[in-house]
């Protein structure tokens, strides 16, 4: 956190997630039926997160209140794995840790995943009186696994909020002790899919020529989209907070 100016602090933050996996399994031949099993394999993943906020503070008069913020937020996934197998082995000894030695080389598997996700933020707060409350905020949010025309999605969102509580008319209604009423309205996104959905996709499939010869070909397994976009979800919601008795009850409908 880094203060500007009055009222004005900048916060920036950054993190780091790192997996790395070994995937180990030796099934060792035991009776003279036994072929015996071993695999070696390895996953790996990076996921980095960088926020960059600002807020400002600031109170005008006795009456009127506002917070600021506004921010850029970047966000990366790299997952990657590989896995090998076989079967026959010539020897408990050396377990899954020479795989050339057995007599049969299972066809290996590996994969690679990359998202990004870019996002524009703001939220404005104001309070009048400490009694009428209203909040505005808006969202940009860009993600590299929808279609080339509809990667960025953008979100809006309100509430207004009144204290009845704070209210002249309410000073006498001592088993009151807050009474608040809310409403808002939203839309909000997801990113619930997987990578390269809105891409043409291939998958390789072995078959057999006229000599009996194996090849290795490639099959149409997704067809591009560049129109793929975000999920959004809107919401209203009305809402009453109330405390009774010094808050020693409280109730939210």
Same mark, same amino acid.
């Given at each position: 956190?880094?203060?500007?100016?009055?009222?004005?602090? #900048?916060?920036?933050?950054?993190?780091?997630?790192?997996?790395?996996?070994?995937?180990?399994?030796?099934? *060792? %031949?035991?009776?003279?039926?036994?072929?015996?099993?071993?695999?070696?394999?390895?996953?790996?993943?990076?996921?980095?997160?960088?926020?960059?906020?600002?807020?400002?503070?600031?109170? #005008?008069?006795?009456?009127? $209140? &506002?917070?600021? %913020?506004?921010?850029?937020?970047?966000?990366?996934?790299?997952?990657?794995? !590989?896995? !090998? $197998? &076989?079967?026959?082995? =010539?020897?408990?000894?050396?377990?899954?840790?020479?795989?050339?030695?057995? $007599?049969?080389?299972?066809? *290996?598997?590996?994969?690679?995943?990359?998202?990004?996700?870019?996002?524009?933020?703001?939220?404005?707060?104001?309070?009048?009186?400490?009694?009428?409350? +209203?909040?505005?905020?808006?969202?940009?949010?860009?993600?590299?696994? #929808?279609?080339?025309?509809?990667?960025?999605?953008?979100? *809006?969102?309100?509430?207004?909020?009144?204290?009845?509580?704070?209210?002249?008319?309410?000073?006498? %209604?001592?088993?009151?002790?807050?009474?608040?009423?809310?409403?808002?309205?939203? =839309?909000?996104?997801?990113?619930?899919?997987? *990578?390269?959905?809105?891409? /043409?996709?291939? /998958?390789? &499939?072995?078959?057999?020529?006229?000599?009996?010869?194996?090849? %290795?070909?490639?099959?149409?397994?997704?067809?591009?989209?560049? @129109?793929?976009?975000?999920?959004?979800?809107?919401?209203? @919601?009305?809402?009453?907070?109330?405390? +009774?008795?010094? @808050?020693?009850?409280? &109730?939210?409908?």
């Amino acid at each position: 956190d880094i203060k500007l100016l009055e009222g004005l602090t #900048f916060k920036t933050l950054a993190s780091i997630e790192y997996f790395h996996g070994i995937n180990d399994y030796f099934e *060792p %031949v035991i009776f003279s039926s036994d072929k015996g099993y071993a695999s070696d394999g390895y996953d790996y993943q990076n996921s980095f997160l960088s926020e960059n906020t600002l807020n400002y503070i600031k109170n #005008f008069g006795a009456n009127h $209140s &506002v917070n600021l %913020v506004g921010g850029f937020t970047y966000q990366s996934f790299l997952g990657r794995g !590989a896995t !090998a $197998s &076989v079967t026959g082995l =010539a020897t408990n000894t050396t377990e899954n840790y020479n795989l050339a030695s057995a $007599s049969t080389i299972n066809t *290996p598997s590996n994969y690679i995943s990359e998202w990004k996700l870019l996002s524009w933020l703001g939220r404005a707060n104001y309070s009048f009186k400490g009694k009428y409350l +209203l909040t505005a905020s808006i969202r940009s949010d860009g993600s590299s696994r #929808f279609g080339a025309n509809h990667k960025w999605g953008i979100f *809006p969102s309100g509430a207004v909020g009144w204290r009845v509580s704070e209210e002249e008319f309410m000073k006498a %209604v001592s088993q009151i002790s807050n009474l608040k009423l809310r409403a808002s309205y939203g =839309a909000t996104g997801n990113t619930a899919l997987n *990578p390269y959905q809105s891409l /043409s996709r291939l /998958s390789s &499939v072995k078959y057999i020529v006229s000599n009996g010869t194996q090849e %290795v070909g490639w099959t149409p397994t997704g067809i591009s989209n560049a @129109d793929l976009r975000w999920e959004t979800t809107k919401q209203v @919601d009305f809402g009453l907070d109330m405390g +009774l008795f010094n @808050d020693r009850i409280n &109730v939210t409908f």
